[in-house]
């Protein structure tokens, strides 16, 4: 019994350091769209560093690798002939052309 409840007590250790984590997310996302706002007004070339680590911030999200872009990912799928990445480079590509070739390893 004593076992179950250090394992229930560190669960909520474990849940109160993640929620701790997620609210200072919270906050890095808040202060990175006003550095962001601000690089757009006054560096271009700072915001357009940002924008790619905002990329590959996701496509790590969503298990790619956190070197690489969503659009890079995206022509890599399209090739090996994947729906998604067929399906993603049409819609990029209609707003730059030939944007997921131009992105292929970034």
């Known amino acids: ?4 409840l ?3 007590a560190g669960g909520i250790k474990t849940r109160l350091i993640l929620l701790a984590l997620a609210l200072l997310a919270v906050v890095a996302w808040v202060i990175w769209w006003l550095r962001y706002a601000w690089a757009v007004a006054f560096s271009p070339r700072r915001a357009w560093r940002l924008a790619i680590a905002i990329d590959q911030l996701a496509n790590a999200a969503f298990n790619g690798s956190e070197d690489e872009t969503i ?3 995206a022509a890599r799928a399209r090739d090996s002939n ?3 990445g067929c399906i993603l480079c049409r819609l990029l590509d209609a707003i730059d052309h030939n944007h997921c070739n131009k992105s292929k390893g970034v």
């Open 1 to 4: 019994m004593k076992a179950r």
């Open 6 to 8: 250090l394992t229930v």
């Open 71 to 73: 659009s890079s990912r």
């Open 82 to 84: 994947r729906r998604w």
